[in-house]
C-alpha cells in the first residue's frame, strides 16, 4: 500500500465507522464516492472472507478508466474477489451479471497493461472465456493466444476445448492464418478448416495451410488442383530425394554397415554360427528397410540382377516381410514403388505375392494418389481363397489409406468384420485397418459393426489371440475424442468375457490420447496395481486375463506424453511399476517408456531400458531393446548405437533377442538418421493420431511379443509405416521449388508470460536449408530477406520475398 494517498492510510481505524455512516448517507453521487473510497480500503482493512472491496465497488458504478486510476494491485484484487464470489453465487442460485459485467470492465484493463494472463485467468473463472475476442486487437492477440493455448493441457474438458475454439476465432480475426489451422486440425473440426481456407483468396497460403494438414493426413476436396496436389503430398518422395542428395546421404547402406558386427566382442567362436539363419536375414531384411526407408534405391532388394535372391533367403512369412520391405525403400514413391512391386505381383510363391499386396499398401502411405492404384489392386484379393493374401490386402488398405475416412474402404471391409464364420485373424485385422483409416471419427456404422461381432461371437473366438487388434481397431476410431466414448464403455460392460474389460481400457486410452488428464491417469495407476492378490488365491489364471494392465500401462504415456510435466512424473512412476508389478504390467513398462520419448533419446530413459534388456524375464528385456530403438528412432544416436552392439553380442546365442536386437538397430538409423516415429508435429503442438494409431499397434502387439513379431507375424512392424516422417525444414519458393535460405536452429524455449520480446530459442546455430530438425529444436529465419507463411518453421514451409523490406545500402 506504499501508492496510496496519505488520507486513506490515516482512515484505517474508522474503517468500521464509515461502513456504518454508508449506511446511513442518502443515496446519491456522495455516496457513490465514498463507496468507491471504501472499495479500495476494503482491500486492507476488511476481514478476510467479506469480500468488501466487491461490494462497495458493485455499489459504486464506474468505467474501466475510473477502475485503472486506483492502481493495478486494486484490480487485480477485485479480480480475486470476483474469482471467489462467482462459485459462492452459483451456489446460492443468485444471478451473477453484475460480477460478470465488472469483470468484462477489468479485461481491457488487464490487456492494456501486459497482464494478458490475468484476464484469461478471469474469464476462466468465470467460465466466460468465449467474451473475450472483442478485446483483443493486433498488439496483444499473440500473447493472449500463446498464454490460453499452452494452458490447454492443464484444463479439463470442456475448458479446454472451449480455450482452442476462443484462441482458433482469434488468430482467424487477426489473419493469422497457419496458426489458427494449426488449432482448427486440434479441435479437429472440418468446418473450421474450412473457414481458414476461406478467409484468403491467396493460392500460395492455401498452398502452405495444405501442407500442415498434409502432415496430418487430413484429406478434404478442393477446388484448385494445385492446392490439392499439395494436400496428397504426391512431391513428398521428390522433396525427401531432394534432403538426401544435400546432405550427401543417398548412398544406400547394407545392414552390416549399421551392425558393425567387427566392433561386438564375441564373434567368431566354435558356435558363432549356430544362430537361426533364416531369422537373422529376416532381421536383415527389416533393418535394410528402415535404414533405406524413403531412398528407392539399395543394396540387397532394389537392384536389378538377382532381385529375387534375397527374399528366397527367407522362409514362409519372412518371405512376405522381405518383400514388403522393397516397398518401405520406395516409401512415398507411387509410380516407382508399384513398378518395383509388379514383378512380385505374379510369382508363384503365395508369401511373396502376398508381400507385394502389403507393398502396394505401404508405398501408398501418407500419399494420396489421384488413380487410387492402391484400392484398385487391393480390393479385388479381399476376397481371395488365399489366407497370406487376403491379409495383406486388408492391411495394405489400413495403411494406405490411414486417416482418410473413406467410405468405400468401409464397404469393402465391413462384411469382413461381421462375418462370424471367418477367423478372428482375418475379422481383427480387418477392423484394425477401419481403425486405422476412421481414426478419431467415431464413426456410426464402424462402431456398431464390432461391437455386435463381439458381443456374438463364441467364447473361443474371443479367446483368440488376434482377438486384440478388434479390441484396438475400435479404440482408434475414438482417439483424442474424450467424453464421446463414454456410451461404447458403458456398451462394452455387457461383455462377460475378460475382453470386454480389455477393450474398455483401450477405447479409454484411446480417447484421451495427448491430453495429459490427470483424472485418467490416477484411474490407470489403480488398474496397474490391482488383482495381484487374487492371483495367489487362484493360482492358476489364464495369461490373457491381465491383459488390460498391460494396455493400463501403455495408457498412462499415451495420455501423459501430451505434457512435458506430466511425462517426467510417469517415468518416475513406471519405475515403481516394474517393481511392483508382474505379467503384462512389466512387459509393457520398457514400451510405454520408449512411447512417451519416441525420437527423443534422453539419457535417462535409455539407460533405464538398457537395464532393463537385461531382465531376467526374456519378454521384458526383448521389449526394453525394442525400446530403445524407438526411442532413439532416426536420431542415430552414438551412445545407443555403442549400447545395442553391446547386446548384440550379450544375446549371440538367443535368437529371439538378437532378432530384436537388429531391429531396434534399423529403428535407431530410420532413414540413415532423417527422420523421425514421433507423433507430434509443428512445435510439438499437434498429436498426429494416424501416427499414434501406427504406434499403438506395434506396441499393443509386443506386450505379447513371442506370439506375435517374434513369432510369424512380424509384418505387423510395417504398421510403424504410417509413423515415419522426415523431420526436415524444407524452404519452397513461390513455384514449390526448394530454395536455400539461411535459418538459425536451437533448442525451443517456452517464452509465455515473458515481458517485452525474448528470444524463441538459445544456443543457435546457423544452416542453410534444407536442414534436419531434432526433438525440440525450432528453426527461425536468419534475415527478413524472405516471410515464411508458416507460423513455425518446420517440414515444408512457403516464402515469399518480403516487398516491406528496407534496401540495404
Not at 39 to 46: D, K
Not at 120 to 134: G, K, Q, R, S, T
Not at 595 to 610: C, G, H, Q, R, Y
Not at 652 to 669: C, D, P, W, Y
Amino acid at each position: 500500500m506504499t501508492a496510496v494517498p496519505k488520507p486513506l492510510k490515516f482512515l484505517r481505524p474508522h474503517y468500521q465507522e464509515l461502513t456504518d455512516l454508508y449506511d446511513k448517507w442518502p443515496e446519491g453521487e456522495l455516496q457513490s464516492a465514498l463507496a468507491d473510497v471504501m472499495s479500495v480500503l476494503g482491500m486492507t482493512y476488511a476481514d478476510s472472507g467479506k469480500r468488501d472491496s466487491l461490494r462497495y465497488r458493485l455499489l459504486a458504478p464506474s468505467t474501466s478508466e475510473e477502475i485503472g486510476n486506483w492502481g493495478h494491485e486494486y484490480v487485480r484484487h477485485l479480480a480475486l474477489e470476483i474469482g471467489e464470489e462467482h462459485p459462492v453465487r452459483l451456489e446460492k442460485e443468485q444471478p451473477i451479471d453484475d460480477i460478470k459485467n465488472l469483470a468484462l470492465q477489468l479485461v481491457p484493463f488487464f490487456l492494456k497493461h501486459n497482464a494478458e494472463a490475468d484476464a484469461v485467468d478471469l474469464l476462466l473463472e468465470l467460465e466466460a472465456i468465449e467474451e473475450l475476442p472483442p478485446f483483443v486487437d493486433k498488439d496483444t492477440y499473440a500473447r493472449v493466444c500463446l498464454y490460453m493455448v499452452s494452458c490447454v493441457t492443464l484444463l479439463v474438458s470442456p475448458d479446454d476445448q472451449a480455450f482452442l475454439r476462443t484462441a482458433f476465432n482469434i488468430y482467424l480475426s487477426q489473419k493469422q492464418l497457419t496458426q489458427a489451422i494449426a488449432l482448427a486440425i486440434r479441435l479437429d473440426d472440418h468446418d473450421s478448416i474450412r473457414a481458414v481456407f476461406d478467409a484468403t483468396d491467396d493460392v500460395l497460403m492455401h498452398k502452405q495451410l495444405a501442407f500442415i494438414l498434409a502432415r496430418q493426413q487430413i484429406s478434404l476436396e478442393l477446388s484448385n488442383e494445385e492446392v490439392q496436389e499439395c494436400l496428397s503430398n504426391t512431391r513428398l518422395s521428390e522433396y525427401f530425394l531432394f534432403l538426401a542428395k544435400e546432405l550427401n546421404v543417398l548412398e544406400p547402406k547394407v545392414p552390416e554397415d549399421i551392425y558393425k558386427s567387427h566392433l561386438e566382442h564375441t564373434r567368431g567362436g566354435p558356435d558363432s554360427g549356430l544362430v537361426d539363419s533364416a531369422k537373422q536375414n529376416l532381421a536383415a531384411s527389416f533393418v535394410n528397410a528402415f535404414v533405406n526407408a524413403g531412398f528407392g534405391q539399395d543394396k540387397l532388394m532394389v537392384v536389378d540382377e538377382e532381385a529375387s535372391s534375397w527374399i528366397y533367403k527367407n522362409k514362409d512369412a519372412g518371405m512376405l516381410s522381405a518383400t514388403a520391405g522393397v516397398a518401405s525403400i520406395l516409401l512415398w514413391d507411387v509410380e516407382q514403388g508399384l513398378q518395383q512391386l509388379d514383378k512380385y505381383m505374379y510369382s508363384s510363391e503365395e508369401y511373396i505375392k502376398a508381400g507385394s499386396l502389403l507393398g502396394i499398401g505401404i508405398v501408398n502411405t501418407s500419399v494420396h494418389n489421384e488413380s487410387d492404384p492402391a484400392l484398385a489392386l487391393l480390393s479385388e484379393h479381399i476376397e481371395s481363397r488365399s489366407v497370406p493374401l487376403r491379409l495383406s490386402a486388408i492391411i495394405g488398405l489400413g495403411l494406405a489409406y490411414a486417416g482418410s475416412q473413406r467410405q468405400d474402404i468401409a464397404g469393402l471391409l465391413l462384411p469382413l468384420v461381421a462375418d462370424t464364420s471367418l477367423s478372428m485373424q482375418l475379422s481383427a485385422l480387418a477392423t484394425l485397418s477401419l481403425g486405422m483409416t476412421f481414426v478419431g471419427s467415431c464413426n456410426g456404422d464402424v462402431t456398431e459393426t464390432i461391437l455386435q461381432t463381439l458381443l456374438e461371437r463364441e467364447e473361443a473366438q474371443l479367446s483368440d489371440k488376434w482377438a486384440r487388434f478388434m479390441s484396438l481397431g475400435l479404440g482408434l476410431l475414438y482417439m483424442g475424442k474424450q467424453d464421446a466414448a463414454d456410451v461404447i464403455i458403458e456398451t462394452l460392460k455387457a461383455i462377460e468375457h475378460p475382453i470386454g474389460r480389455n477393450t474398455q481400457v483401450l477405447v479409454d486410452i484411446c480417447s484421451f490420447a495427448g491430453t495429459g488428464n490427470v483424472l485418467k491417469i490416477q484411474q490407470l495407476l489403480h488398474l496397474c496395481s490391482e488383482k495381484s492378490d487374487a492371483d495367489k488365491e487362484e493360482g492358476g489364471e489364464e495369461k490373457g486375463d491381465d491383459l488390460y494392465q498391460g494396455y493400463a500401462v501403455l495408457g498412462l504415456a499415451i495420455i501423459a506424453m501430451g505434457e512435458d510435466i506430466g511425462s517426467e512424473m510417469i517415468l518416475r512412476q513406471f519405475g515403481h511399476l516394474m517393481h511392483y508389478g508382474e505379467g503384462s504390467t512389466r512387459r509393457a513398462v520398457p514400451l510405454a517408456m520408449g512411447l512417451i520419448s519416441a525420437s527423443n533419446p534422453e539419457m535417462k530413459v535409455f539407460d533405464t531400458l538398457s537395464r532393463y534388456s537385461h531382465d531376467a524375464d526374456l519378454d521384458v528385456a526383448v521389449n526394453a531393446i525394442f525400446s530403445m530403438g524407438l526411442v532413439g528412432a532416426g536420431t542415430n544416436n552414438a551412445r545407443l548405437a555403442q549400447l545395442l552392439r553391446q547386446l548384440a553380442s550379450y544375446y549371440s546365442k538367443e535368437a529371439n533377442s538378437l532378432f530384436m536386437v537388429r531391429i531396434a538397430q534399423g529403428l535407431l538409423h530410420l532413414g540413415k538418421g532423417t527422420m523421425t516415429l514421433s507423433p507430434f508435429h509443428t512445435d510439438r503442438q499437434i498429436l498426429s493420431s494416424v501416427s499414434l494409431a501406427g504406434l499403438l499397434t506395434v506396441l499393443v502387439s509386443l506386450i505379447d511379443a513371442p506370439s506375435f513379431i517374434l513369432d510369424s507375424s512380424h509384418y505387423l512392424l510395417y504398421f510403424l509405416m504410417p509413423s515415419v516422417h522426415a523431420r526436415y525444414l524444407i524452404t519452397l519458393d513461390a513455384d514449390l521449388q526448394p530454395i536455400q535460405v539461411n535459418v538459425r536452429v536451437g533448442q525451443a524455449v517456452d517464452i509465455v508470460g515473458q515481458a517485452g520480446r525474448p528470444k524463441t530459442i538459445t544456443g543457435w546455430v546457423t544452416h542453410s536449408t534444407p536442414v534436419l530438425l531434432g526433438h525440440g529444436e525450432r528453426a527461425e529465419l536468419e534475415n527478413d530477406e524472405y516471410v515464411a507463411l508458416a507460423s513455425t518453421l518446420e517440414g515444408l514451409v512457403v516464402l515469399k520475398k518480403n516487398e516491406n523490406r528496407a534496401e540495404e545500402d
